[in-house]
C-alpha cells in the first residue's frame, strides 16, 4: 500500500502552527534568532527577544507547519522533567525546541508546556509494549523494562523566559510502517501539578522527524542494530510531507563529528496561537489513541516475543 498521497491538510492561515526556524522568514533572521535562542544558554531574555521582535516587526513568519495527528500512543499524566529516559539505552539526543507566538510577531511564549513522547531504541512505547514493532526485535522486556514501566520516553518542559525547552533523551527507534519520529503537543494555560502538568488546552499538536541518513547511520549501532526489519524512510512515511523544517524536521548537530554514538543535538522554533486549540486529530496517518494499550491500526497486531 502507498504511504504517500494526499494525507496531509494543504490549507494554511495567518492562524495556524508554524515551524520557523529553517524556513523563509520575514525581514530575514528570525530563523538565526531561533538558533540562538535553542543554543545559547548565555543568551539573555532581553536580547532574544528584541532580536525576535526586531526581525518580524514588518510581517508575520512565512514558513507554516500544519498540524497532524497526535498518533496512537499518548498517555496523559507525563510527568514535567528535563530527562525523560528512565535508564533507557540508545544514542544521546538534546533536544532544544523554541515556542513563539506566530499570531503576534513570533514572540517568545514564555510558560508554554511543551510535551514529548516516542518509542525506545527497539520500537516500543512505554504503556504499549504488546505492539510489535515490526520485522525482528527483542521482547522490550530484555532492555530491563516491564509493562509496569509506562512513563520512559515522555515527558513535559515548560519554556522559559526566551520560549526555550529543553530535553535530554535518545534517538528514537522505529516500528512499521512508520519513519523514525518524535510526538509533540504544546500546551498553554495550565499549571505544574504533583509534577505534572494539568489544565490549559492544547494548541499545536504534530512531529518531529530525522535525517534519513544520519538515522540510518544510528540503526546500525548497538542496542538499534538488534532490530532488524524494513525501515520507512522520510519519502515513503505516510505523515511527513517532505517539507523539510516545515513539516517538522529537526536540524541535528553531532556532538563529536564522524561518531554517532557520542549524540546529536536536535533542534526546531515552533510557532503557535495561543488562542487556538487543537484537538489533536490532526492529518496524516496513526490513527488515534487505541484503548487499554491494544496494538494500533498502524503497527502489526500480533504482540512481540517474550
Given at each position: ?5 494526499n ?17 523563509t ?11 540562538q535562542a535553542?543554543f ?5 531574555a ?26 496512537p ?13 528512565e535508564?533507557?539505552s ?5 533536544l ?17 508546556a ?23 526485535a527483542?521482547?522490550?522486556?530484555e532492555?530491563g ?11 513535559y518542559q ?11 533523551t535518545?534517538f528514537?527507534?522505529?516500528y ?16 505544574k ?18 535525517d ?5 547511520e ?32 529537526l ?7 564522524a ?13 503557535i ?23 494500533p491500526?498502524d ?5 512481540a516475543?517474550?
Amino acid at each position: 500500500m502507498s504511504m504517500t498521497g494526499n494525507h496531509k491538510d494543504t490549507s494554511i492561515t495567518r492562524r495556524r502552527a508554524l515551524a520557523v526556524t529553517g524556513g523563509t522568514v520575514a525581514a530575514g533572521g528570525l530563523a538565526f534568532a531561533g538558533y540562538q535562542a535553542a543554543f545559547a544558554d548565555e543568551t539573555t531574555a532581553a536580547e532574544t527577544t528584541t532580536a525576535t521582535a526586531t526581525s518580524s516587526s514588518s510581517s508575520t513568519c512565512m514558513t507554516l507547519m500544519s498540524s497532524v495527528t497526535e498518533g496512537p500512543y499518548h498517555l496523559d499524566g507525563a510527568l514535567v522533567r528535563k530527562d525523560i529516559t528512565e535508564g533507557k539505552s540508545g544514542v544521546p539526543l538534546t533536544l532544544r525546541l523554541t515556542v513563539v507566538d506566530a499570531a503576534d510577531g513570533c514572540t517568545p511564549v514564555p510558560g508554554a508546556a511543551v510535551e514529548i513522547w516516542h518509542c525506545d531504541a527497539w520500537g516500543y512505547y512505554s504503556g504499549y509494549t504488546t505492539a510489535n514493532p515490526g520485522g525482528s526485535a527483542p521482547a522490550e522486556s530484555e532492555d530491563g523494562s516491564t509493562a509496569d514501566d509506562n512513563t520512559y520516553l515522555r515527558g513535559y518542559q515548560i519554556a522559559n523566559a526566551n520560549g526555550v525547552v529543553k530535553f535530554e533523551t535518545i534517538f528514537p527507534g522505529w516500528y512499521t510502517p512508520r519513519t523514525c519520529h518524535i510526538h509533540v503537543k504544546v500546551h498553554t494555560g495550565g499549571e505544574k501539578e504533583d509534577g505534572t502538568y494539568e489544565g490549559g488546552k492544547v494548541n499545536y499538536t504534530g512531529q518531529f522527524f530525522f535525517d534519513d541518513e544520519i538515522a540510518q547511520e544510528i540503526f546500525t549501532l548497538e542496542p538499534y542494530s538488534q532490530h532488524s526489519g524494513s525501515y520507512t524512510t522520510l519519502d515513503n512515511d505516510m505523515v511527513y510531507d517532505g517539507g523539510g523544517a516545515s513539516s517538522g524536521l529537526l536540524t541535528l548537530k553531532a556532538v563529536k563529528k564522524a561518531d554517532p554514538s557520542k549524540g546529536y543535538k536536535g533542534f526546531l522554533t515552533l510557532g503557535i496561537d495561543p488562542d487556538a486549540e487543537n484537538t489533536g486529530a490532526g492529518s496524516g496517518g496513526g490513527g488515534g489513541t487505541p484503548p487499554d494499550g491494544t496494538p494500533p491500526s498502524d503497527a502489526p497486531s500480533a504482540p512481540a516475543s517474550s
